[in-house]
């Protein structure tokens, strides 16, 4: 499969992001049960599916992971790999392949989790058509059941990632017998067999998903709390701010930069800023003059006060991004000095490109944060001699325009779904990764060299190496423009305890205590 088809993951969390605004508030409705015996967590993404493989909506990703558990998981402290459904795993001298011992696990039927249920799910990801994300299983030669206890992954060849891969959010573990005998629409519709902490007590699509504890759990004595939990679709965020101020809402997701200062002022909120592997930046097409030319994309750089930039918009929560790639990534180069606003410097490059007085057409969608940094954009530019104009389009044009190259800049943001970088150089730097380096159709051969020479490498240090010269190279010819860091900003219930949305996008509920 290519690997812009992995990439969807983006690409849909972003969608989900500009059409959520046009769902409208989703109506609130008091249930009999009392505040200790649920948590319910607002946030304008919606589940859309429980099929695990269907779907990189950001919604979907936080369901996913309490619905299905993986082979291995990430403590959410340290944010190592643990064993989860394997509880052991062994790996070949040359690193191709890797044996998986499962432990003693059911499903929410009380069902065994066998190898025949890991395969089948592996198998699906990897090779389904409808499959949202098959890039982390994009090494992958075949996956067998040595015996039903024992899986066996064989790579095309060593790659460093594969373990992290596996903890994906879309890596959960379905059972086999159920989606053969109901087929997967009718398998997945209401209330799927699942294997991870939750399972689903009930499902209103566009307004609510509750979920109730998995008494066959392999985690003994989780979840932490026998609370039900509510996903909850609120679009609006003013009414997201008043149903947690209320009492009525425990977790708020997505929380605006305007209402932080207000939410860490009141007494029963915990406001957090929590790490994330998000970067907001600045595609420049490659395809075209002006950027085509590197030294105009260098001049675009130059000209950008990022600093100002993070300031005015996040209001100082985010940190401004110094290389291409995230800023808590493993093998982030923090010492880079990153490209500082320089206006004479810009303007002579400009000029030096032949690009003075050029039109560049800025794409933006409706949202707030993307109308603020095309109109930065657009002043910042205007200072050097360029002529930008703001080309406003939905979320539907805009990922039609810049996956043809129609366009000529477009501010963005993606995340990282592990803290591995191999996922994030493919997706944003690769020319021949399938991603188009995130429609900018940037290309440099001896960076896509450098991507796949760090999956082979298994020595951290050396591989430290890899990645700082691929930030190096990508970001002192403009593959993106870094704008800033952005944390995932979320408020809390202070009666909640153990309770947090972590760098990829799961909640820790199953650890979560609810005081009384």
């Known amino acids: 499969m290519p690997q812009s088809a992995g990439r969807n993951a983006t690409m849909k969390i972003l969608r989900l992001i500009a059409t959520s605004l046009a769902v409208g508030v989703a109506a ?4 009999p049960a009392t505040a200790a015996e649920v948590i319910r967590i607002v946030s304008p993404f919606p589940t859309t599916t429980l099929d695990p493989m269907r779907s990189a909506g950001a919604g979907n990703i936080e369901t996913y992971g309490q619905l299905y558990a993986r082979l291995l998981q990430r403590n959410p402290t340290t944010g190592a790999l643990e064993p989860g459904l394997a509880e052991s795993w062994d790996v070949s001298a040359d690193g191709r392949t890797y044996t998986f011992h499962l432990r003693n696990a059911q ?50 060849s060593a790659f460093a990632p594969f373990l992290g891969n596996l903890e994906i959010w879309n890596m959960g573990i379905v059972s086999k017998a159920d989606v053969e005998k109901q087929g997967a629409e009718k398998a997945f519709a209401t209330a799927p067999l699942t294997s991870g902490p939750y399972s689903v007590k009930e499902w209103k699509p566009n307004e609510k998903l509750v979920l109730q504890p998995n008494a066959h759990y392999w985690r003994k004595g989780y979840p932490k709390s026998d609370a039900t939990v509510e996903l909850r679709e609120v679009a609006s965020p003013e009414t997201r701010v008043a149903m947690l101020k209320a009492g009525e809402a425990d977790v708020m997701r997505s929380v605006q930069w305007a209402q932080i200062d207000d939410l860490k002022a009141t007494d029963s909120v915990d406001m957090r800023l929590e790490p994330s592997t998000t970067i907001y930046m600045t595609l ?10 590197m030294k105009a994309r260098q001049a675009a750089a130059y000209a950008i006060d990022n600093k100002a930039m993070a300031k005015a918009i996040t209001r100082g929560y985010a940190q401004p991004a110094n290389t291409t790639l995230p800023g808590s990534i493993d093998f982030h180069d923090k010492d880079h000095p990153g490209i500082p606003v320089d206006i004479a410097k810009a303007k002579q490059l400009l000029a030096e490109s032949g690009m003075e007085g050029r039109e560049v057409k800025i794409l933006a969608t409706s949202g707030a944060t993307e109308q603020q940094m095309a109109l930065l954009l657009q002043a910042q530019w205007q200072a050097i001699g360029l002529k930008p104009v703001i080309v406003n389009v939905d979320s539907g044009a ?7 190259g129609d366009y000529d800049a477009a501010a963005n943001w993606w995340y990282n779904e592990t803290p591995d970088p191999d996922l994030a150089v493919r997706w944003a730097v690769c020319g021949s990764c399938g991603s188009n380096s995130y429609n900018t159709f940037y290309s440099n051969p001896k960076v896509d060299e450098l991507v796949e020479q760090g999956t082979k490498e298994a020595n951290p240090v050396k591989r430290a190496e890899i990645y700082k010269e691929i930030q190096r190279i990508t970001t002192e010819e403009v593959a993106q423009i870094p704008l800033y860091y952005a944390p995932n900003a979320v408020a809390y219930s202070k009666r909640l305890e153990g309770i947090k949305l972590t760098p990829t996008l799961q909640w820790t509920l199953e650890d979560t205590t609810v005081a009384k």
């Open 28 to 31: 609130f409705a008091v249930l």
């Open 107 to 156: 499903f929410s039927d009380g069902s065994p989790i066998t190898a025949g249920d890991v395969t089948f799910s592996l198998e699906r990801i990897r090779t389904d058509k409808k499959s949202a994300y098959p890039a982390p299983l994009g090494a992958v030669e075949s996956v067998s059941e040595a015996d039903p206890r024992t899986v066996v992954i064989t790579l095309k």
């Open 284 to 293: 420049l097409n490659n395809k075209r003059e002006p950027f085509s030319n």
């Open 398 to 404: 805009w990922w039609d325009a810049t996956g043809k």
